[in-house]
């Protein structure tokens, strides 16, 4: 019997036996050998057996999932420890579990060599939020006089009803979505939902809770794994871990890693959010909320309650009057900007709920008013960090709340730089750490997302996609659009959506246009209903629906238009022609008048960078390259990419994006013989529409 040492010596190796031509993985059905495949699970192996840091870029098609996977779970089964496995989507979330994560167990139970790791256990973590809890829904049932009116009462019926047909608690699967103001008092995020109160095994936070803490693999998403981190809720008191004790971690979709860690490791406080809680607390209108329950408040305490309501709606009215009367967003550059009146509020509100805590008549009601003292102190906390500017390495802003526009404002901060956080946190943890994803070199090197992420010392590589762009992409870039003004929107959007109207029509399956801005698709989107197409095909637009459900009618029309922007870039996985065309509406440059990206520029410019070439270009490059990537997602997948973005082809830098295509060749068009050459391109592909 091999050592422990040994074992993992061995485990490269285990794993090239594995994945090597004719290797084990051969007893899977439908599995092809990839060299590349290969060789990143060699090099995964190699990180799990040394505890040492990876960053991979795997292309399109390489099967990065089950070369992390196959090996990590070797190493977590053997070593007896946890494999972390963080993306940034539902949806890869739901591959790993409902399909990679099967397809290795039989790979294992198939292979006599293997077979020990055949029983690992695997387990799914979501926030608290996202859970029922059945101690507090059953408490919630008997206090309801005292917490809902009749609409909100029956909305507690339709929960309680659910929890009886569901087996795992999970919001999503509710639906409609239960009303937020109900579920706040029904859901797990509370100091009352604890393995002792909830000691009957019917509360769905504890079970997932036990799942985790006795699997093998788990797998959560990246702002879970952050916003952990940033409670203290890790693993840096011990000798090793990152969030668990002794654990391995692999973070997919890691070109979203910086961006997840940012949002994270800052702060926001809205005005929206503000007043729900405190509402929660009390809600003077329907005299009714938690102090109400089982007679705890006084008169004396309704009235502070009702004053730190008061002057929170005065507060943040302030900030929209003085700094956002004429513009969305504002970047806070001296401290003491605003009074701070509503601190003192908050500070009274505390201490009246600590006093009421210490009197409460149940244990389980005296947790949940400690939560809500917390949750003020930390409202408190988010604005006196924001008045006084406390972090030198944070910016701050205030903007207009969106979807709030008419009265909601919102308080942030964010890190600049959040490299040194994660340099403590994940690097010098003296465990493995992988980062993968098909996007994170810039021109072959994968030195600049090293340094955003603090991984400087990390091993990398870089393994191309083994599909054949060449024979089945074609790329067409119309020269003829005017360049974007800098300081404005390209406000005629009617070109634009009569261009996407044509190219749409050219092919048989279904097109993805992707915008950088939501005003600009939301006007196309518009111009587009009321044309021709629509009456032939399904138009789908970002916001009108979930962005996975939008997904799922997209690919099962089969012909569809489908327009989107932000997420849409990226973790959409639609293979075959219900997705043949690509349209990229213009180069995915950031707004370089963010508040954020605009500290972020002036911390490379006092540095000696030119900000633009060393931030803007390789962060618009990434991007660039994600999208595009939509198109081939399998290796019979064919289809168009059309940028209609002149600056590719008439800038210096349009040479890091075309040297970004994942073929050399692009034609150049025009707005006179664009869609001529898009009929020939899907005459050539066999994606032409009939």
């Known amino acids: ?192 939902c604890t393995a002792r109160n909830c000691s009957d095994g019917q509360c769905f936070y504890q079970n997932a809770r036990r799942a985790v803490g006795e699997a093998d693999v788990v797998v959560l998403n990246h702002s879970l794994l952050f ?140 947790a949940e008013i400690k939560d809500y003292k917390r949750s003020v102190v930390g409202m408190k906390n988010t604005i006196e960090d924001c008045a006084w500017l406390a972090d030198d390495n944070s910016v701050y802003w205030a903007e207009l709340a969106k979807g709030k526009k008419s009265d909601g404002v919102r308080l942030n901060s964010a890190p600049i730089d959040v490299s040194q956080i994660l340099r403590r946190k994940i690097f010098s943890r003296s465990t493995a750490a992988i980062m993968t994803s098909a996007t994170l070199a810039s021109d072959g090197s994968m030195d600049a997302f090293a340094g955003k992420i603090g991984a400087e010392t990390a091993e990398s590589f870089v393994c191309k996609s083994p599909f054949d762009y060449p024979k089945n992409m074609r790329v067409l870039v119309d020269t003829s659009v005017p360049e974007p003004d800098r300081d404005s929107m390209r406000l005629d959007c009617e070109p634009l959506a009569r261009a996407i109207e044509r190219l749409a029509a050219q092919v048989s399956g279904g097109t993805l246009a992707l915008f950088t801005s939501h005003r600009e698709l939301n006007k196309c989107a518009s111009l587009l209903e009321g044309s021709d197409l629509a009456k032939a095909r399904n138009i789908y637009v970002q916001g009108r629906l979930k962005r996975g459900a939008a997904a799922v009618r997209f690919a099962r029309d ?17 293979p075959g022609d219900a997705l043949c065309q690509v349209i990229i509406t213009r180069l995915p440059f950031e707004n370089f008048k963010h508040p954020l990206a605009e500290a972020k520029m002036e911390r490379a410019q006092a540095m000696g960078e030119n900000p633009f070439l060393t931030i803007s270009i390789p962060n618009a490059v990434t991007k660039f390259r994600q999208g595009i990537g939509r198109l081939i997602r399998s290796k019979n997948d064919r289809g168009i990419v059309v940028i209609l973005d002149s600056r590719i082809a008439t800038k210096h830098y349009g040479l890091k994006f075309t040297s970004a295509l994942p073929t050399p060749f692009f034609a150049r068009c025009n707005s006179e013989n664009l869609i001529e050459r898009a009929r020939e391109a899907a005459e050539e592909l066999g994606i032409l529409k009939a």
Not at 161 to 170: A, I, V
Not at 323 to 350: G, Q
């Open 227 to 366: 916003s952990m981190m940033a409670a203290g809720l890790n693993a840096e008191d011990q000798p090793r871990g990152i969030l668990f004790p002794n654990d391995m971690l692999v973070m997919d979709e890691a070109h979203l890693v910086p961006d997840a860690a940012t949002e994270c490791f800052g702060t926001s406080l809205s005005s929206f959010y503000m007043a729900r809680e405190l509402k929660r607390i009390y809600d003077p209108a329907k005299k009714r909320g938690l102090i109400t329950r089982q007679g705890l408040a006084e008169s004396r305490d309704k009235q502070i309650v009702r004053e730190a309501i008061d002057c929170a709606r005065d507060f943040f009215a302030g900030i929209a009057a003085n700094f956002l009367s004429s513009r969305d967003t504002v970047r806070l550059t001296a401290p003491d900007w605003v009074d701070l009146e509503i601190c003192a509020k908050l500070d009274t509100l505390a201490r009246m709920l600590d006093a009421l805590a210490q009197n409460a008549r149940t244990d389980s009601l005296s």
């Open 558 to 574: 089969g012909n569809a238009l489908l327009l989107g922007t932000d997420t849409f870039w990226t973790g959409i996985d639609i």
């Open 1 to 192: 019997m091999e050592d422990f040492e040994e074992q993992k010596l061995r485990l490269p190796e285990l794993s090239e036996k594995i994945f090597c031509k004719n290797g084990y993985a051969r007893a899977l059905p439908n599995f092809e050998h990839r060299p590349e495949q290969e060789r990143m699970a060699y090099a995964c192996a190699q990180a799990f057996a040394a505890d040492s840091a990876l960053l991979f870029e795997a292309g399109t098609g390489i099967g990065k999932s089950m070369a992390y996977l196959v090996p990590g779970i070797i190493a977590a089964t053997r070593f007896n420890r946890q494999l972390i496995v963080a993306t940034r989507t539902i949806a890869l979330q739901q591959q790993i579990m409902q399909k990679d994560l099967p397809r290795i167990r039989s790979l294992f139970d198939a292979c006599g060599e293997l077979a020990d790791c055949a029983g690992f256990r695997a387990a799914i973590l979501m926030g608290r939020s996202n859970y029922l809890c059945s101690h507090r829904l059953r408490r919630a049932l008997a206090e309801r006089r005292e917490l809902f009116d009749t609409e909100e009462s029956k909305e507690l019926d339709r929960i309680a009803d659910w929890s009886l047909k569901t087996s795992t608690g999970f919001v999503e699967e509710l639906d409609p979505p239960p009303n937020p103001d109900v579920w706040a008092w029904v859901n797990a995020e509370s100091s009352s």
